[in-house]
Protein backbone atom coordinates (compact mmCIF):
# COMPACT_ATOMS: atom_id res chain seq x y z
CA UNK A 1 0.00 0.00 0.00
CA UNK A 2 1.47 3.38 -0.92
CA UNK A 3 0.14 6.95 -2.24
CA UNK A 4 2.53 7.48 -4.81
CA UNK A 5 4.76 5.69 -7.76
CA UNK A 6 7.86 5.47 -5.47
CA UNK A 7 6.28 4.38 -2.05
CA UNK A 8 3.73 1.70 -4.06
CA UNK A 9 7.04 0.40 -6.14
CA UNK A 10 8.81 -0.13 -2.39
CA UNK A 11 5.37 -1.83 -1.81
CA UNK A 12 5.80 -4.25 -4.66
CA UNK A 13 8.94 -5.19 -4.14
CA UNK A 14 8.91 -5.98 -0.67
CA UNK A 15 6.39 -8.34 -1.43
CA UNK A 16 8.36 -10.20 -4.35
CA UNK A 17 11.36 -10.60 -2.19
CA UNK A 18 9.25 -11.97 0.44
CA UNK A 19 7.35 -14.12 -1.82
CA UNK A 20 3.61 -12.53 -1.11
CA UNK A 21 2.09 -10.96 1.66
CA UNK A 22 1.31 -7.10 2.54
CA UNK A 23 2.95 -4.73 2.56
CA UNK A 24 3.12 -0.81 3.47
CA UNK A 25 5.26 1.95 2.84
CA UNK A 26 5.46 5.27 4.99
CA UNK A 27 8.68 7.25 3.24
CA UNK A 28 12.06 5.48 3.69
CA UNK A 29 10.29 2.83 6.75
CA UNK A 30 8.64 -0.46 4.42
CA UNK A 31 6.17 -2.83 6.85
CA UNK A 32 5.60 -6.26 5.09
CA UNK A 33 4.04 -9.11 6.86
CA UNK A 34 5.78 -12.02 4.73
CA UNK A 35 3.51 -14.58 3.47
CA UNK A 36 5.62 -17.08 1.58
CA UNK A 37 3.26 -20.42 1.10
CA UNK A 38 1.92 -19.94 -1.98
CA UNK A 39 2.38 -15.94 -1.83
CA UNK A 40 -1.13 -16.32 0.43
CA UNK A 41 -0.48 -17.80 3.73
CA UNK A 42 2.29 -18.08 6.36
CA UNK A 43 4.35 -20.31 8.41
CA UNK A 44 4.14 -18.44 11.59
CA UNK A 45 1.62 -19.30 13.91
CA UNK A 46 -1.46 -17.35 14.09
CA UNK A 47 -0.81 -15.12 17.17
CA UNK A 48 2.08 -13.41 15.49
CA UNK A 49 0.53 -12.74 12.23
CA UNK A 50 -2.33 -11.41 14.22
CA UNK A 51 -0.12 -9.03 16.10
CA UNK A 52 1.45 -8.10 12.56
CA UNK A 53 -1.41 -7.88 10.64
CA UNK A 54 -2.55 -5.21 14.02
CA UNK A 55 0.17 -3.48 13.59
CA UNK A 56 0.31 -3.00 9.62
CA UNK A 57 -3.75 -2.22 9.59
CA UNK A 58 -3.44 0.32 11.97
CA UNK A 59 0.12 2.43 10.53
CA UNK A 60 -2.43 2.42 7.23
CA UNK A 61 -5.05 4.32 9.08
CA UNK A 62 -2.62 6.33 11.02
CA UNK A 63 -1.23 7.25 7.46
CA UNK A 64 -4.63 8.31 6.49
CA UNK A 65 -6.62 5.30 5.23
CA UNK A 66 -10.32 6.11 5.80
CA UNK A 67 -11.25 2.58 5.10
CA UNK A 68 -12.46 0.35 8.11
CA UNK A 69 -10.29 -2.86 6.73
CA UNK A 70 -7.47 -1.08 4.42
CA UNK A 71 -5.87 -4.85 3.37
CA UNK A 72 -9.62 -7.14 3.11
CA UNK A 73 -10.53 -4.30 0.80
CA UNK A 74 -7.40 -4.32 -1.38
CA UNK A 75 -7.74 -8.49 -1.51
CA UNK A 76 -11.56 -8.06 -2.61
CA UNK A 77 -10.90 -5.50 -5.32
CA UNK A 78 -8.98 -8.43 -7.35
CA UNK A 79 -11.48 -10.99 -7.13
CA UNK A 80 -13.08 -11.38 -10.54
CA UNK A 81 -16.20 -12.46 -9.48
CA UNK A 82 -17.66 -9.23 -7.99
CA UNK A 83 -20.20 -7.55 -10.51
CA UNK A 84 -18.53 -4.51 -12.39
CA UNK A 85 -14.84 -4.02 -13.94
CA UNK A 86 -12.07 -5.36 -12.23
CA UNK A 87 -8.30 -5.11 -12.62
CA UNK A 88 -6.27 -8.40 -12.45
CA UNK A 89 -3.00 -9.39 -13.89
CA UNK A 90 -4.70 -10.09 -17.27
CA UNK A 91 -5.89 -6.72 -17.80
CA UNK A 92 -9.66 -5.66 -17.17
CA UNK A 93 -12.38 -8.05 -16.17
CA UNK A 94 -16.39 -7.47 -16.81
CA UNK A 95 -17.76 -9.42 -13.69
CA UNK A 96 -21.39 -8.77 -15.86
CA UNK A 97 -20.78 -10.39 -19.17
CA UNK A 98 -17.85 -12.48 -17.05
CA UNK A 99 -15.24 -11.86 -19.88
CA UNK A 100 -12.03 -9.69 -19.76
CA UNK A 101 -12.47 -6.54 -21.50
CA UNK A 102 -10.82 -4.81 -24.36
CA UNK A 103 -11.71 -1.53 -22.95
CA UNK A 104 -8.25 0.36 -23.32
CA UNK A 105 -6.46 -2.18 -25.09
CA UNK A 106 -4.72 -1.82 -28.25
Request: proline share 3%.
Amino acid sequence: MGVDDISISKAVNSIIENTGGLSLVDGEEVHTIALPVAGLMSDLDCESIGMAYSTIDKKAKELGSKLRAPYMSLSFMALLVIPQLKLSDKGLFDGKSFQFSDLFCE
